[in-house]
C-alpha cells in the first residue's frame, strides 16, 4: 500500500477534525478521505482477535441492540469481519457515509450498522438499521497518527417522539485505530462503557482495506429509514 497518500479532496472527516486531520498516519488519512469530493469507496476484510461483552446482565442489553443492527451479543475470538465505508447523498440531501461492520461469527452473522453525516461542524453519528439513536462523536489524533473517537451525547428518535437519552441506560465508546507499518494493516480497538456498571461491550482486531471507485452506497448498506434530525 501506498503511505504517500497526501488528501487532496476534503472530507467530512477532514473538516470536522481540522488540523488535527493532517496528523494522521497517511494510510489514515485515506481511509478517512471518504467521501463524495474523493469518489471513492473503503472495503476492509480482517480478523477480530477477540469479540467480548460484559457481566451476564449486559446480555439482554445487547440482544435488544441486535435487533436493529446495532450492537452484537456474541463473543469469540478470531473473527473474520468486513467494514465497508461507501459515500452516498442522504434522502435530505446530506453527504452521509457508511460505517457498516458485519461479523461472521461461528452460528451466525452480525452487524453493526451506522450512517455518519457533518452537522455544524460536528459528526453525527446514527446507529442501527433505521437510524433510532444519534449520537455525538469526538475526533482526534494521537501521538502515534491514530485515530482517537470518543462518543458523547445521545438522542433517541422514533416516529414523532425524540429525547436525550439518558447516559444511565447506554454507554459511552472509545475507539482507536492506527496503522501498522511493519504489518501492513490497520489496527483497531474499541469499548464501550458505562459510567455506572463499568464495561458493556469490545472487541480489537487487524484489517487491511480496498480503495474502489465509488460515488454512491449499495442499497444493502443503507438504513431502512433516515432521521433528519440531528
Same mark, same amino acid.
Given at each position: ?84 465505508? &461507501?459515500?452516498?447523498?442522504?434522502? &435530505?440531501? !446530506? ?12 452460528? !451466525? ?16 453519528? &446514527? ?22 473517537? !470518543? ?80
Amino acid at each position: 500500500m501506498n503511505t504517500t497518500y497526501v488528501q487532496h479532496a476534503t472530507s467530512m472527516f477532514a473538516a470536522a477534525m481540522g488540523e488535527e486531520f493532517r496528523r494522521l498516519h497517511p494510510m489514515l488519512q485515506r481511509r478517512f478521505g471518504v467521501g463524495l469530493a474523493g469518489g471513492y469507496a473503503c472495503v476492509g476484510t480482517g480478523v477480530m482477535t477477540r469479540i467480548r461483552r460484559g457481566p451476564w446482565w449486559t446480555v439482554p442489553f445487547l440482544q435488544i441492540g441486535r435487533f436493529r443492527n446495532i450492537l452484537v451479543p456474541d463473543v469469540g475470538t478470531g473473527i473474520p469481519f468486513v467494514i465497508e465505508n &461507501y459515500p452516498y447523498r442522504d434522502p &435530505y440531501g !446530506r453527504e452521509t457515509v457508511t460505517f457498516v461492520r458485519e461479523f461472521r461469527m461461528p452460528r !451466525r452473522r452480525h452487524r453493526f450498522d451506522a450512517t455518519m453525516v457533518l452537522v455544524d461542524g460536528r459528526i453525527v453519528d &446514527y446507529l442501527g438499521t433505521h437510524q433510532h439513536l444519534a449520537v455525538d462523536l469526538s475526533l482526534s489524533t494521537d501521538d502515534d497518527g491514530g485515530l482517537v473517537l !470518543r462518543s458523547d451525547a445521545q438522542r433517541f428518535y422514533a416516529g414523532p417522539a425524540g429525547f436525550r437519552f439518558p447516559m444511565l441506560f447506554s454507554g459511552r465508546a472509545l475507539l482507536r485505530e492506527s496503522y501498522d507499518d511493519a504489518a501492513g494493516v490497520f489496527r483497531i480497538r474499541l469499548e464501550v462503557r458505562n459510567r455506572v456498571f463499568g464495561f458493556l461491550f469490545g472487541y480489537e482486531g487487524a484489517f487491511r482495506c480496498d480503495f474502489v471507485d465509488a460515488d454512491d452506497a449499495p442499497q444493502r448498506l443503507k438504513p431502512v429509514r433516515h432521521e433528519v434530525r440531528t
